[in-house]
């Protein structure tokens, strides 16, 4: 069965740091692309930052500079290094895969359940 299970998330003042990480589980072949997306009460979910296999970043214009996605290809766990934070990155974080699993036909995407991030003003 395959799993995403996030950690770090929480509570913390503006400007403080949090790292979140996120440890894909189960039989997979190959993870092409890790990432995290973030949801807002009554908005809709967007792309935080993505890495791809061969560590090729990508990050929303709202947290460039600011937040660091790296990723261990052989743990299939991927981490969000979230400096300077604002009030408006508070949402739910959901880590997210793109990967082959064995016995499937092709590649998938996977969600984890979310993680809460608040940030204080």
């Known amino acids: 069965q395959v799993q995403l299970v996030e950690s770090g998330g929480g509570l913390v003042q503006a400007g403080g740091s949090l790292r979140l990480s996120c440890a894909a589980s189960?039989?997979?072949?190959?993870?092409?692309?890790m990432g995290w997306y973030r949801q807002a009460p009554g908005r809709q979910r967007e792309l935080v930052a993505g890495?791809?296999?061969?560590?090729?970043?990508n990050y929303a214009d709202s947290v460039k500079g600011r937040f660091t996605i790296s990723r261990d290809n052989a743990k299939n766990t991927v981490y969000l290094q979230m400096n300077s934070l604002k009030p408006e990155d508070t949402a739910v974080y959901y880590c997210?895969?793109?990967?082959?699993?064995?016995?499937?036909?092709?590649?998938?995407?996977?969600w984890g359940q979310g993680t809460q991030v608040t940030v204080s003003s």
């Open positions: 997210h895969a793109f990967g082959l699993q064995s016995g499937s036909y092709g590649y998938t995407n996977y």
């Open positions: 890495i791809n296999s061969g560590g090729y970043t």
């Open positions: 189960g039989s997979f072949l190959s993870i092409n692309v």
